[in-house]
């Protein structure tokens, strides 16, 4: 049959032939390839700048991108084939080495003293004593390697790693892509596809900076500072809850995070030095800057061949597992795994009234404890009327005194700026969590990487009274507040 | 060739009755596609459902069929006599109008008890008002913001406990929950419970529901609410009476852990 | 065997002297003035505590004398890497052990340049009787955020080295700008209003410095005796003689500022 108003479309086989293609083309899908970590844009642009100059593919970016992958992998396999205590704390694996010497040393001789029949009792004690001695610093220096070993683990980086999937013993993979890659970017540069949707934007965890951890300004997180983010989220922003997990997949995450935290400090540090070097002499003449051009004319050709060799000398030493490790990473490496040294300890809180610790809560707000000054003089976060308000992931990009480059930075991926608000208190929401033990940690370190500094001139029994009124002293206002909705279904029917 | 559609046409109350029954079955692949546990004392959603289902399935089996016998006894190859056209039958017409009509009146007055039982009897206490939530439960772009009010049985006061995506209710007693949303729509559904209410920001409801198997079920986000919305999923925990106090207990002692010392190595 | 008592004594003498001569110390001075127009900095808004503030401040990052002498620019020494750092003489142990002031007066830093060693006391104090907060972000040191009250103070030491010098700030007052130079090598030095500066007793030899200020940042190029000298990093070569090494006037063009 025919239906005459049809188009004659090339026979009855064409129409079949393309939807066929369609299908198939559709089943078997595009391909695509594997994801990689992004370098650090931002930083190298920073460092040329300030400069004056481009980097270097050949000699500054890709070696940086070599050793990354040397040290970390890629985010489909991590790889921590170089993170072997002897190469990346030498030092301490070298205290190992001689306290355990000097332990079979001292085992040899209790051996030997044991045997001989007329061994005076006080000897013996003398030596199991320096045996016990040296026993417990072997502890304590294993335990500081046993730290640093079990910072970021390669099996539960590979739970974490990867596309989502779960392994042939039923292990999970790709849990970082499956919950965090869409906010946190798969460099966990806070810069993910809906990043710029979110307010406050992801953090960015390459600059190793976290605000809600239990530890001082300047030191990492504890891992369990990490944890309790992750299980817990950060009420008041996007960032969810996870506590519903298995614990072996919020503990693959938490160490995910370290290794990618890890991974962004290296980097910048490797961004630093290769950028100090002058490569001039090695550039192509297009890259050239200016200044660099009439210094490469002004060296002969002996001088320049000499420069050239010296310089890539100096480039492949950079490159060197043995010199990087020790001299990049491990510094990164045992601050993080030693960031327990750094935790503040919250002493008990006292028993006191309520009310007269709010009273003197109220007073120290106002005024030993500085707080209004920023908070505002009813702590709705309008103290501080300053146009300059920035933290410290937008401060890398943007400074708002001097911000002729913003736009080369949005361009290369940076989220818009946003000002940072002082907290409004009263809307009883606490960021990095609502204990009186974090409310504490918040008054007494500051918030690093945001403005709140540290009220390092408050007792302990002063921070207590100021975390009661804060928490508990304040009027409470709901963000929102509609009329109340007089309720329906209370009505009795018959 | 034209009796091979007709066989087609068959093909759709045969296989749609087949896959039906081998979900309700939970047979390999189809497990996991039939209803999640009830475990609430109430079923009259259950029971509603399956009357309406055999009567609807009833209903498609026959009038599939029916599609399919008159395909294939007049498929045109295999009569030689031309069509009829006739103007109806006014007989079959009000037979086919009269029918559904009476059924569907008595679905309307058969579900309106368990109707009122979900959203207008709610439970009273013996003194005649209300029973008051054990918990408020906000909807939050992307997860469930808990409430509970604590020793002193009122909300917003300063005991209260708050927790994210985790609600407990004790087994065996009615339990009240009024239901919020703080942005934007979003819907709390319990499967287990058979409980689903959209939750729009500003306005304040309540559901109620008797639990009386423990055990860990889900609560899922059924109005879509943003990006986050397919992972806005929760867990609600039916657990003793004395189970629930404890853990109540032991959540407001960890909201005001006000003491932290990092753990002596030994 | 007299002669020969007397001969050792004698080559002791020569070798004690000898040996004295070797250990032979210069100390290098200079003064920096700016060539061309200076175009002075805009001065700073007061946005909070105008009351004791003021409404406007002079912005301490650029200040000149009279004749153009540029303050506030700081020397350091420079190392390539792998290179070892010289012995400093003795008399730098002692001043390691003195504290280094930074205070906040008038609601502004003071000074604009701080140098410290590594591991020196800082002492960090707030001279006015409004609440200022001391913010120092170091990129080898973990950074530091303290609310001090008025007529507060608290010491901090910074262990590692800093490449470049650290920003001080205060998130109270956010015009409140300085900086901190950490180094492991006290040879380090700062120009006063008159743009004079002196590093005192380094080994005599050939030594790289790195120049740096504060609007700038490194400065890379200078005029020298004479002679313009560029480097990107702001490094110069200078011959330490001993005794005094007047490198007289380095100029610094207007415009590289």
Known sequence: ?494 | MGRFWSIIFLSIPVLGTAIFVWAAMGWYPLEGHWFPELVVADDSVDHLFYTILWLTGIVFIVTGLCLFWFLWKYDHQKNEEPAQYSHGNHYLEVLWSVVPAIILLFLAIYQMDAWAGARMRRPMLENGQPKPPLARVTGRQFEWLIQYPGDDKKLDTADDIYLINELHVPRDEEVVLEITAKDVLHSFFLPNFREKQDVVPGMKQFVWFKPIKDGKYDIVCAELCGWGHYKMKGQITVESKNDFDAWLKKAYADQELSQYKLAEAE | MKHATIGMLFLLFVGFTVDQAAAQWGTVTGQFVVKGNVVLLKPLVVTKDNAFCGNQLNDPLLTVGPKNELQDVALWLYLDRGDKAPTPHPMYAALAKKQVDVVNRGCLYEPQVALAVTGQNVKFSNQDPIAHNFKVEGFANGGLNNLVPAAGNFVHAFNDEERYPMNAGCTIHPWMKSFIVVRESPYMAVTDNLGNFKIENLPVGKHKLQIWHGKSGVIKEVTLGGKTLKDRKGVIEINVQPGQNNLGVITVDAAKL
């Open chain 1, 1 to 494: 049959m025919q239906i005459s108003q049809a188009l004659a479309f090339g026979g009855p086989y064409r129409a079949g032939g393309l939807v066929l293609a369609v299908m198939i083309g559709a089943i078997l899908g595009c391909s695509s390839e594997p994801a990689k970590f992004e370098p650090n844009r931002i930083a190298m642009y920073k460092a040329e700048l300030s400069l004056g100059t481009k980097l270097d593919p050949t000699y500054q970016v890709q070696p940086i991108e070599k050793i990354l992958t040397e040290t970390f992998g890629t985010p489909d396999k991590p790889d921590l084939s170089l993170w072997d205590p002897k190469k990346l704390v030498p030092d301490l694996a070298e205290e190992r080495a001689d306290i355990q010497t000097e332990y079979d040393e001292i085992k040899a001789e209790l051996d030997k003293a044991l045997k001989d029949p007329d061994l005076d009792p006080e000897d013996r004690a003398d030596i199991e004593a320096d045996l016990a001695d040296v026993k417990k610093d072997l502890d304590a220096v294993d335990k500081q390697i046993a730290a640093v070993e079990g910072l970021v683990q390669l099996d539960m980086l590979q739970m974490a790693a990867g596309p989502y999937g779960s392994a042939e013993d039923g292990t999970p993979r790709g849990l970082y892509r499956q919950h965090c890659v869409h906010c946190h970017g798969i460099t966990g540069n806070g810069a993910g596809p809906t990043a710029a949707f979110l307010n406050p934007y992801p953090r960015d965890f390459r600059l190793g900076k976290f605000k809600w951890k239990s530890t001082t300004t300047g030191a990492p997180p504890t891992h369990d500072d990490l944890k309790r983010v992750i299980t817990n989220g950060v009420p008041g922003t996007a960032m969810p809850s996870f506590k519903l997990l298995p614990a072996e997949e919020i503990e693959a995450l938490t160490q995910y995070v370290t290794y990618l935290s890890l991974r962004g400090e290296l980097e910048r540090n490797l961004i630093l030095d290769f950028s100090d070097i002058d490569v001039a002499v090695l550039k192509p003449a297009g890259m050239q800057s200016e200044e660099e051009k009439e210094y490469v004319e002004s060296l002969s050709a002996d001088e320049l061949k000499e420069e050239q060799t010296g310089l890539k000398e100096e480039l492949a030493e950079l490159s060197d597992p043995e010199i990087f490790l020790p001299d990049y990473l491990a510094p990164i490496v045992t601050k993080w795994a030693f960031a327990d040294k750094n935790v503040t300890d919250v002493p008990e809180k006292p028993e006191v009234v309520l009310d007269e610790s709010i009273v003197h809560g109220r007073d120290l707000f106002f005024k030993k404890g500085g707080c209004a000054t920023c908070h505002g003089q009813s702590a709705l976060g309008d103290g501080q009327t300053a146009e300059m308000f920035y933290d410290d992931w937008t401060e890398e990009y943007y400074d708002p005194k001097n911000p002729e480059h913003l736009e080369e930075f949005l361009a290369l991926g940076a989220l818009p700026p946003r000002k940072l608000q002082p907290r409004n208190l009263r809307l009883g929401n606490f960021r990095g969590g609502r204990r009186p033990v974090d409310v504490y940690w918040r008054i007494r370190n500051g918030i690093e990487g945001a403005k709140m500094p540290a009220a390092q001139q408050l007792t302990e029994e002063e921070i207590w009274h100021v975390v009661d009124f804060v928490r508990k002293g304040l009027p409470y206002d709901s963000l929102s507040q509609p009329p109340e909705h007089v309720q329906e279904n209370v009505r009795v029917r018959n």
